[in-house]
């Protein structure tokens, strides 16, 4: 039986509660999702030019082909036309989901993320804003997600997303929402897919809390682009998922908990006057006030 194709995406944004949000959805016993914080099927040109069969296994090895909706999670889906129109290809109706955040809390967690996951080697957030013209000319993904304006400037990508799958394919909601009512927003999701509304998930567990690296050099052999000699030996000898599983195991282990200083006032000011049109614009697209934004 052919494999179901992918029903929902979680695109974004990131650093705004989406692994989150994909583990809620996942609670749903019609649902299969992945395991893995990220679906990189139509990310990483490797696994796309296999097709999506070949990656399908990977990813939802629980699901019962003709009998689960699938629910995947990939932020990139949200920065990365390329990703969109590959994901249309896939299925045209596919349903998108946004979860949005306070732009500059959420550019300001993303920097500090990306210093804790090593991908992030500029000393202060100021002098990473600084770069980001160039970072936005790099066709490296770990450099690509540095771009914190970019990426906090939600109206352009969401209006490639109403573009290519149309608004009404497309449901936004905001971290609030997100904290206010997670069962209202899960219901919302829950009946755009397709599956029973009436299911309530657990929200006691949240994912991807603020930490900072014990040893750099450990993150980045374990998150690096290319094979480790270590990792390479071991890779013919255990399945993905359980490879992902000590992974995410060794990677927790290394990690300390943090609390990211205060952001300078200045920069703050300055960021504020910044985002003001753009989320002038992203309001009128949504017909919902933003103003706690503006501050």
């Not at 939802?60 to 949200?78: L, Y």
């Not at 755009?192 to 929200?203: C, E, L, N």
Request: one cysteine or more; proline letters at 7%.
């Amino acid at each position: 039986m052919k494999n179901p194709p992918i029903r929902l995406m979680v695109a974004g944004a990131h650093k705004a509660g989406t692994t989150s949000l994909k583990d809620y959805l996942g609670q749903h016993p019609d649902i299969a999702t992945h395991d893995q914080t990220e679906y990189c099927g139509f990310l990483a040109d490797v696994q796309y030019a296999k097709g999506y069969d070949a990656t399908f296994r990977q990813y939802f090895p629980e699901a019962s082909p003709g009998h689960s909706t699938i629910i995947a999670k990939c932020i990139e889906v949200m920065y990365q036309p390329k990703m969109v129109q590959r994901l249309y290809e896939h299925n045209p109706d596919c349903r998108i989901v946004l979860l949005l955040r306070h732009p500059i809390d959420r550019a300001y967690s993303a920097y500090w993320y990306l210093r804790c996951k090593a991908w992030e080697e500029s000393p202060s957030f100021e002098q990473a804003l600084a770069e980001e013209p160039e970072r936005l000319r790099s066709n490296n993904i770990r450099v690509f997600s540095g771009a914190y304006l970019n990426r906090s400037t939600y109206y352009k990508h969401l209006a490639n997303l109403y573009n290519t799958f149309g608004e009404h394919r497309v449901q936004v909601f905001l971290v609030d929402d997100l904290k206010k009512d997670p069962a209202a927003v899960c219901r919302k999701i829950f009946e755009a897919a397709g599956v029973d509304g009436a299911f309530t998930p657990s929200f006691e567990r949240r994912s991807n809390a603020a930490a900072l690296s014990r040893s750099v050099e450990l993150t980045k052999m374990m998150t690096s682009d290319n094979d480790h000699f270590l990792r390479a030996m071991i890779r013919p000898f255990l399945p993905s998922k359980l490879r992902y599983t000590i992974r995410k195991a060794l990677l927790s282990l290394n990690e300390k908990p943090f609390t990211p200083p205060p952001m300078k006032p200045e920069t703050r000011q300055r960021l504020i006057e910044y985002f003001l049109p753009h989320n002038g614009a992203l309001s009128s697209m949504l017909d919902r006030p933003l103003h706690s934004w503006n501050r």
